[in-house]
């Protein structure tokens, strides 16, 4: 009777440390996974804040976006894009759309913008005046070729 004591006592401790290398494993695969998705978002994330500020700073900079001005190209660093009219408008009187891709980024990201501009009237000294109300709407990509679950977006967006 004391013979298979010994065999059952070694199958049931080796049973409990291999459920324990298990949840060990396990552990550690979603956190590979999960480091792997929080890096993802992080790349999406800076690629459409990147695509944000170059239209911030060429819109505050240089009235890029402001209908009465030229059409010119502006050079963010990781894409190029063209802005105002040819010819300029005498007010901001009527919408206009900018969209634009940053696509230079080192880690393969990317970011679609879309500015767009809204001509609000107002009343100045019972004078009607027409202003530019700018939005600027960012979708950075972590990649400018993954599809489906390797896709991930992140949006901003701000009213200038």
Avoid: H
Avoid at 44 to 67: H, I, K, P
Avoid at 139 to 157: D, M
């Amino acid at each position: 009777m004391k013979k298979g004591f010994v065999l059952i006592y070694t199958v049931i401790i080796l049973g409990i440390l291999l459920i324990i290398v298990g949840v060990g494993f396990s552990a550690v695969f979603s956190e590979t996974f999960v480091s792997r998705d929080d890096r993802e978002s992080i790349k999406a994330y800076y690629a459409a804040d990147t695509g944000l500020e170059c239209a911030r700073y060429f819109s505050r900079n240089f009235q890029a976006f402001d209908v009465t001005s030229p059409q010119q190209t502006y050079d963010c660093g990781v894409g190029t894009f063209q802005a105002g009219l040819n010819p300029p408008r005498a007010q901001c009187d009527a919408a206009q759309t900018y969209n634009f891709t940053l696509n230079g980024f080192s880690n393969g990201a990317c970011a679609e913008v879309e500015v767009d501009v809204t001509p609000v009237s107002m009343t100045v000294q019972s004078q009607q005046v027409w202003i530019c109300k700018i939005r600027v709407t960012s979708n950075g990509n972590n990649s400018c070729t993954a599809t489906g679950k390797n896709l991930v977006e992140r949006t901003r967006w701000q009213d200038m």
